[in-house]
């Protein structure tokens, strides 16, 4: 007699003291999330969880790890989001840049001083007073050079 998919994940993690239920079986190997072979859907063990206990995640939107361990799959340590939301809130490039509030010249991101501009699917910003400084040090410069062109021919 072979088993369904919930008595399958039920034999796959182990509760831990801080409330993780840490998956035990297979990772995908690029990013570390929990792997279960599910015929009639999901393949991510924990979105799979979350499925069987709570129902199906809305179109469009990801699970988000509270906890933080990517290996959980306690459907109380997960929150649907939209994608933006799980970058911002993740250990991520993104949420890191967003957790910045000045320039790497220590000048404020503040509405006035602060260049938004579309780039790929998010926005990035740059520091106008940094932008103004570079600007007046290359005109600056331009007018320091010598001129090359010569009276004389060659």
């Not at 469009?60 to 306690?74: E, F, M, S």
Request: charged share 30%.
């Amino acid at each position: 007699m072979s088993l369904t998919a919930w008595e399958r994940i039920q034999t796959k993690y182990k509760v831990r003291p801080n409330g993780c239920w840490e998956w035990t079986a297979g990772l995908f190997k690029k990013d570390g999330y929990g792997q279960f072979h599910n015929p009639g859907g999901s393949n991510a063990a924990h979105r799979a969880m979350y499925e069987f206990v709570k129902g199906p995640v809305d179109e469009g939107l990801h699970l988000d790890h509270l906890c933080r361990n990517r290996k959980c799959v306690n459907p109380d340590h997960l929150e649907p989001v939209t994608c933006k939301e799980n970058l911002h809130r993740g250990e991520t490039v993104n949420a890191e840049n967003k957790q910045k509030t000045h320039c790497l010249r220590g000048h404020e991101f503040t509405p006035e001083n602060t260049y938004r501009y579309k780039r790929g699917s998010g926005f990035t910003r740059k520091c106008k007073t940094c932008i103004n400084n570079r600007v007046k040090e290359v005109r600056r410069a331009a007018n320091r050079e010598p001129s090359f062109r010569s009276s004389t021919p060659v």
